[in-house]
């Protein structure tokens, strides 16, 4: 066979191949060769592993505060009920029957949400191997959704001066009931000093249950708006008072600094988070998921050649336990 023969056959060859039907491991009938990067279901695999592992280290490094202000639970539905809630049963010697302690008067649902953020990556960046400057975007998208349930939880904080807990009362009342004993509160309108401090502190630590025993609640974080960090740094890390005297608060408390209450600059609270139970509670039905939307015949692509990512995650931050924090409006 000449010469000529063999490339009859390679032309007819390659302008089968260019006209053809693509199959899967093929760019919509393009010859790579002659016109750039092929597009095909191992290119966007690989790109949205890329996209997800960079997703997942940002996610994993976040730094977050839930863990602190929220006793996780794992849900297994659409809400959960939590009947336990408000009992704080003490021991005492077993003389008789027991006493048993009623939960179910106690009962506080709380229903699972759904969240999510999307983003969009134009069809060309992909054709043109352009992935890499979205990147960052990606790790973004990761640290937002870790700190997804800070953004919750120092929302309801704000608002648990309007809005009722377990027990029917503002989350930060002054007449929260507490069965035969007297009503206590975990709230104040003083603006945030050492002497204010100290009274949260003692309101705190002399908090008792229904049956008149001490709660051993001790203070451990301060939690207040970017307006308010110097003076609680003063206050809990200063070697000395403005008159000069020795500070007898220094390292009693850990201060935490949310962006999210800068809009109630005057607002601040004072937490114990070393105990099992926390003041609020963080619901969890579904993890934090990547996915995407990224096949030749999914519509975004097809009418707007966009290929879709996001992430999505289903649950909930609900009020747990008022005894433990105490909230101020400073003056508000």
């Given at each position: 066979?000449?010469?000529?023969?063999y490339?009859?056959?390679?032309?007819?060859?390659?302008?089968?191949?260019?006209?053809?039907?693509?199959?899967?491991?093929?760019?919509l009938?393009?010859?790579?060769?002659?016109?750039?990067?092929?597009?095909?279901?191992?290119?966007?695999?690989?790109?949205?592993?890329?996209?997800?592992?960079?997703?997942?280290?940002?996610?994993?490094?976040?730094?977050?505060?839930?863990?602190?202000?929220?006793?996780?639970?794992?849900?297994?539905?659409?809400?959960?009920?939590?009947?336990?809630?408000?009992?704080?049963?003490?021991?005492?010697?077993?003389?008789?029957?027991?006493?048993?302690?009623?939960?179910?008067?106690?009962?506080?649902?709380?229903?699972?949400?759904d969240?999510?953020?999307?983003?969009?990556?134009?069809?060309?960046?992909?054709?043109d191997?352009?992935?890499?400057?979205?990147?960052?975007?990606?790790?973004?998208?990761?640290?937002?959704?870790?700190?997804?349930?800070?953004?919750?939880?120092?929302?309801?904080?704000?608002?648990g001066?309007?809005?009722?807990?377990?027990?029917?009362?503002?989350?930060f009342?002054?007449?929260?009931?507490?069965?035969?004993?007297?009503?206590?509160s975990?709230?104040?309108?003083?603006?945030?000093?050492?002497?204010?401090?100290?009274?949260?502190?003692?309101?705190?630590?002399?908090?008792?249950?229904?049956?008149?025993?001490?709660?051993?609640?001790?203070?451990?974080?301060?939690?207040?708006?970017?307006?308010?960090?110097?003076?609680?740094?003063?206050?809990?890390?200063?070697?000395?008072?403005?008159?000069?005297?020795?500070?007898?608060?220094?390292?009693?408390?850990?201060?935490?600094?949310?962006?999210?209450?800068?809009?109630?600059?005057?607002?601040?609270?004072?937490?114990?988070?070393?105990?099992?139970?926390?003041?609020?509670?963080?619901?969890?039905?579904?993890?934090?998921?990547?996915?995407?939307?990224?096949n030749?015949?999914?519509?975004?692509?097809?009418?707007?050649?966009?290929?879709?990512?996001g992430?999505?995650?289903?649950?909930?931050?609900?009020?747990?336990?008022?005894?433990?924090?105490?909230?101020?409006?400073?003056?508000?």
């Amino acid at each position: 066979m000449t010469f000529a023969i063999y490339m009859i056959f390679f032309v007819i060859a390659a302008v089968a191949v260019f006209f053809g039907q693509p199959t899967d491991d093929q760019t919509l009938g393009f010859m790579p060769f002659l016109l750039g990067p092929v597009i095909n279901r191992s290119t966007l695999s690989e790109t949205m592993r890329g996209y997800k592992t960079v997703f997942a280290k940002a996610y994993e490094a976040a730094t977050t505060y839930s863990g602190d202000l929220a006793m996780r639970v794992d849900s297994k539905t659409k809400q959960e009920e939590y009947r336990w809630l408000g009992a704080f049963p003490g021991l005492k010697e077993w003389v008789g029957d027991r006493s048993v302690k009623d939960l179910a008067r106690d009962g506080f649902v709380i229903k699972n949400r759904d969240f999510e953020a999307t983003v969009a990556v134009d069809r060309n960046d992909i054709e043109d191997d352009n992935i890499g400057v979205y990147a960052p975007l990606f790790s973004q998208l990761g640290e937002n959704a870790k700190q997804h349930p800070d953004e919750l939880i120092f929302s309801m904080m704000a608002d648990g001066f309007t809005t009722a807990g377990f027990d029917g009362k503002n989350f930060f009342a002054a007449d929260h009931p507490n069965g035969s004993q007297s009503a206590w509160s975990n709230t104040s309108a003083d603006v945030l000093t050492a002497t204010a401090y100290e009274t949260a502190r003692q309101n705190m630590m002399s908090l008792v249950n229904e049956e008149g025993r001490p709660m051993r609640l001790t203070p451990s974080h301060m939690v207040v708006p970017p307006q308010l960090e110097k003076e609680a740094l003063d206050i809990v890390r200063a070697d000395l008072t403005t008159n000069g005297e020795s500070n007898v608060w220094k390292n009693t408390a850990d201060v935490i600094v949310a962006p999210e209450l800068a809009t109630n600059p005057t607002y601040w609270f004072l937490a114990c988070l070393h105990k099992p139970v926390k003041p609020f509670i963080l619901q969890m039905r579904k993890e934090a998921q990547f996915v995407a939307m990224d096949n030749y015949d999914d519509e975004n692509v097809f009418m707007r050649k966009e290929f879709i990512y996001g992430v999505d995650y289903r649950g909930a931050i609900g009020y747990g336990l008022p005894h433990m924090i105490f909230g101020s409006t400073g003056g508000a």
